[in-house]
């Protein structure tokens, strides 16, 4: 799994670069994650990036085991007075090899999905590895629902990349890129319009 760093700290400077050039009006749009900004989701891998095992316990027990709340708090820690104290703050972290108590593919699927969820309401694009998008997927239906993950949800249908080797499941197809198909399974309902096939209905459904 020590591959999973050098991913993270190519995903994190490719980010670092696409936030410079913003305007503070593009800091604070919308992002593709309810009720945060552009500015939050940066504040919240910045906050991210810098917790290590047991401070993830602490600031748990702080936010009384609410998850929502823990990463409230986390966004409110790290936000910058400024968007370039943020991003001063995001450069400084793309190197760290700390992590929550998680799998470690799930670091590749924090920082696929919420570079999107950044780069989509601007119109930014990126072209990232494939390999990098099929491992985020993988480990996205492979998750429970509880820990952020889309076992159940995608159970009854098969899931079919356009631009890689990559099928999982069994049932009726749902095709698309593989990164629409990760943002779909990470509850990003937007991306479903990229996708096509049978068990889109289905998917749709259970998302």
């Not at 900004?37 to 906050?47: G, I, N, Q, T």
């Not at 709340?69 to 450069?91: E, F, I, K, M």
């Not at 990126?126 to 998750?143: D, I, K, M, N, S």
């Not at 009726?172 to 990229?194: C, F, H, I, M, Y």
Request: aromatic share 4%.
């Amino acid at each position: 799994m020590g591959d999973v760093w050098p991913i993270v700290h190519t995903e994190r400077a490719a980010l670092v670069a696409d936030l410079e050039g913003l305007t503070d009006a593009q800091w604070e749009q919308s992002s593709l994650c309810t009720g945060w900004s552009v500015h939050d989701v940066a504040a919240h891998l910045v906050d991210v990036a810098r917790t290590t095992r047991l401070g993830f316990l602490a600031t748990m027990a702080r936010a009384r085991f609410d998850f929502d709340r823990q990463n409230a708090d986390g966004v409110r820690r790290h936000r910058g007075a400024t968007p370039q104290q943020t991003l001063s703050a995001l450069r400084e972290v793309i190197g760290r090899t700390s992590t929550p108590p998680a799998p470690l593919d799930s670091r590749i699927v924090e920082e696929i999905v919420h570079g999107e969820d950044i780069r989509r309401p601007l119109g930014i694009t990126r072209a990232y590895p494939v390999a990098a998008v099929a491992r985020a997927l993988l480990h996205q239906v492979g998750t429970k629902g509880a820990f952020g993950g889309a076992r159940e949800a995608v159970s009854g249908v098969r899931l079919l990349a356009t631009d890689a080797d990559l099928s999982i499941g069994d049932g009726p197809e749902v095709t698309g890129p593989a990164l629409s198909l990760l943002l779909a399974v990470s509850r990003r309902t937007g991306a479903l319009d990229d996708l096509t096939g049978p068990g889109l209905g289905t998917l749709a459904r259970t998302l």
